[in-house]
């Protein structure tokens, strides 16, 4: 098991900002692909923007324009710029690794994940 450590969480306005961070320096495997992704209780996990393995960045639609996804590769981490945000927006948000990750990527097939970091907007 490898260690993706999320930060950043926490509870903002409608309209706040948030910017999450994951740490993937424990992992040394440059082949993957890391990106993030939400769930609400009792729904599934959902992508929300992944630097994928095409090469792009790749977002939702309910956050394009939004929320904005960057890295620093010397660090192996990556972040996620959250503008705008909505009560929608409401879930815990996970870092993700896999060697062919894309916005899509179900939650099974993900080989890596963080414990997750939760993000609370209220109205």
């Known amino acids: 098991q490898v260690n993706l450590a999320e930060s950043g969480g926490g509870s903002v306005q409608r309209g706040g900002s948030l910017r999450l961070s994951c740490d993937a320096s424990a992992l040394t495997d440059r082949r993957y692909y890391l990106g993030w992704f939400r769930q609400d209780p009792g729904k599934s996990r959902e992508g929300v923007a992944v630097f994928a393995t095409d090469g792009t960045a790749q977002y939702a639609t309910a956050v394009k324009g939004r929320f904005t996804i960057s890295k620093d590769n010397a660090k192996n981490m990556i972040y996620l710029q959250m503008d705008s945000l909505k009560p929608g927006d409401t879930a815990k948000y996970y870092c993700?690794?896999?060697?062919?990750?894309?916005?899509?990527?179900?939650?099974?097939?993900?080989?890596?994940w963080g414990r997750g970091t939760q993000v609370t907007v209220s109205t």
């Open positions: 993700a690794a896999d060697r062919s990750l894309w916005i899509g990527l179900p939650e099974w097939a993900v080989r890596f």
